[in-house]
């Protein structure tokens, strides 16, 4: 069954707005990370937050964790063209070691127009 | 230090055909993944090598699909024969070593297979 799904599934801005996106789960989890998808390309590792951690920032993205409420936020603030691309939330159970794996929502495609 | 390439990039096979994808890890991952993403669905896992071994392969679809990765270096994963619903992007994924905390996936750019 689908662990994440990214709300909304799309969003158009204007450069230089701010972006959110959302996540649900429905397991615990140890870790929750966002990755980010350029057209055609693979997927890049944007951030990730342990399920101790309520907030987290890596230069224009800040992150979110309510374990209460099994949701996350991905915020990237003052957006750009180049920020264009598909985003998704991954949930992993374990923290390492042979049986772990991530499981991927839908994600949430991001248009930023120039 | 290279990522993880997958090859072919794209694929385009007739129904019932075989195909055979390719996925060469970061040298030294342990851990490597197959994903697939179905147009307009969520990024889906298939499996999971350790090395050679084949940890998880829960996600495997049907028996059509084989998966392997000799020596635990690269991984093929292998559809023979291909239907049209095994249409989508097949994405590979490495990752460091196991028990070491958190981790993160490396993915390679994936590989685009339509099924005609």
């Known amino acids: 069954s689908q662990q994440g799904e990214e709300d909304p599934q799309a969003l158009s801005i204007q450069e230089g707005e701010n972006a959110t996106m959302n996540c649900s789960y429905k397991t615990s989890i140890n870790n929750l990370q966002w990755y980010r998808q350029n057209s055609g390309r693979g997927l890049v590792h944007l951030i990730l937050?342990?399920?101790?951690?309520r907030e987290k920032h890596s230069g224009r993205l800040r992150v979110t964790l309510d374990t209460s409420k099994k949701s996350s936020s991905l915020l990237i603030t003052a957006s750009r063209a180049a920020d264009t691309a598909s985003y998704f939330c991954a949930t992993a159970r374990g923290s390492g070691g042979s049986n772990y794996k991530l499981t991927f929502g839908k994600g949430t495609l991001l248009t930023v127009n120039p | 230090e290279a990522g993880v390439t997958q090859f072919p990039s794209h694929s385009v096979i007739e129904k019932g055909q075989t195909v055979t994808l390719r996925c060469d890890p970061i040298?030294?991952?342990?851990?490597l993944y197959w994903y697939r993403r179905v147009m307009g669905k969520e990024i889906k896992f298939l499996l999971h090598?350790?090395?050679?071994?084949?940890?998880?392969e829960s996600g495997m679809p049907n028996n059509r699909f084989l998966a392997e990765r000799t020596g635990g270096t690269y991984s093929t994963l292998k559809v023979q024969p291909a239907e049209l619903e095994d249409s989508g992007v097949y994405f590979c994924a490495s990752s460091h070593q196991p028990g070491q905390g958190p981790e993160k996936l490396f993915f390679g750019s994936g590989t685009q297979l339509s099924v005609l």
């Open positions: 040298s030294g991952h342990d851990n």
């Open positions: 090598f350790v090395k050679e071994s084949k940890q998880d």
């Open positions: 937050i342990r399920s101790n951690e």
